[in-house]
C-alpha cells in the first residue's frame, strides 16, 4: 500500500509488509480518522491474510468526540476483528489503555497498550520495526 497522510495521522512505513503503523500528532477530527478507516477498509480487501497495526499515539493532543459514530469508522472496527491479528498502541491515554486491555480478552484480536517508553516492545510485539530512510 502507498502512504498514508491526512491531518494529524500518517503511516510510519514499516520493515513489514503486513504491519501498518500511524503516528497522530496533535488533534484527531472526524475526517482524519474516516481518511484512516477507508485507507485500512482497503488493506483489509487486499490484504490475502490477517494484518497487524501499531498506533502511536504519544503526540495526540485529543479527538473529536463524535468519531466514534462515523460510518467507516465503525466498518473498520468491526472488520479488524476478523482482519488484525495484533493491535499495539503507544502512549494511549489512560481511559483509552484501560479499554485495550479489556478489549484483548473479548475480541479475536491480541491487543496491548504501551506506554512511550515502551516503544520498541510495542513494534517487537507486532513483528516489525520502523523503516529508515
Same mark, same amino acid.
Given at each position: %500500500?502507498?502512504?498514508?497522510?491526512?491531518?494529524? =495521522?500518517?503511516? =510510519?512505513?514499516?520493515?513489514?509488509?503486513?504491519?501498518? #503503523?500511524?503516528?497522530?500528532?496533535?488533534?484527531?477530527?472526524?475526517?482524519? %480518522?474516516?481518511?484512516?478507516?477507508?485507507?485500512?477498509?482497503?488493506?483489509?480487501?487486499?490484504? !490475502?491474510?490477517?494484518?497487524? %497495526?501499531?498506533?502511536?499515539?504519544?503526540?495526540?493532543?485529543?479527538?473529536?468526540?463524535?468519531?466514534?459514530?462515523?460510518?467507516?469508522?465503525?466498518?473498520?472496527?468491526?472488520?479488524?476483528?476478523?482482519?488484525?491479528?495484533?493491535?499495539?498502541?503507544?502512549? #494511549? !491515554?489512560?481511559?483509552?489503555?484501560? %479499554? =485495550?486491555?479489556?478489549?484483548?480478552?473479548? =475480541?479475536?484480536?491480541?491487543?496491548?497498550?504501551?506506554?512511550?517508553?515502551?516503544?520498541?516492545?510495542?513494534?517487537?510485539?507486532?513483528?516489525?520495526? !520502523?523503516?529508515?530512510?
Amino acid at each position: %500500500m502507498t502512504a498514508f497522510q491526512h491531518g494529524s =495521522i500518517h503511516s =510510519i512505513p514499516t520493515t513489514t509488509a503486513d504491519v501498518h #503503523a500511524f503516528k497522530i500528532e496533535g488533534h484527531v477530527d472526524d475526517d482524519d %480518522m474516516e481518511a484512516m478507516s477507508k485507507y485500512m477498509n482497503d488493506v483489509f480487501d487486499q490484504a !490475502p491474510g490477517k494484518v497487524s %497495526m501499531l498506533l502511536d499515539l504519544s503526540s495526540m493532543t485529543g479527538r473529536d468526540l463524535d468519531i466514534m459514530f462515523d460510518d467507516d469508522v465503525l466498518k473498520a472496527q468491526v472488520r479488524s476483528w476478523s482482519k488484525v491479528a495484533r493491535y499495539a498502541v503507544i502512549g #494511549a !491515554p489512560e481511559s483509552a489503555a484501560t %479499554m =485495550i486491555k479489556w478489549a484483548d480478552k473479548v =475480541i479475536p484480536v491480541e491487543a496491548r497498550a504501551f506506554d512511550s517508553a515502551e516503544t520498541s516492545s510495542a513494534w517487537e510485539f507486532v513483528g516489525a520495526n !520502523p523503516q529508515t530512510v
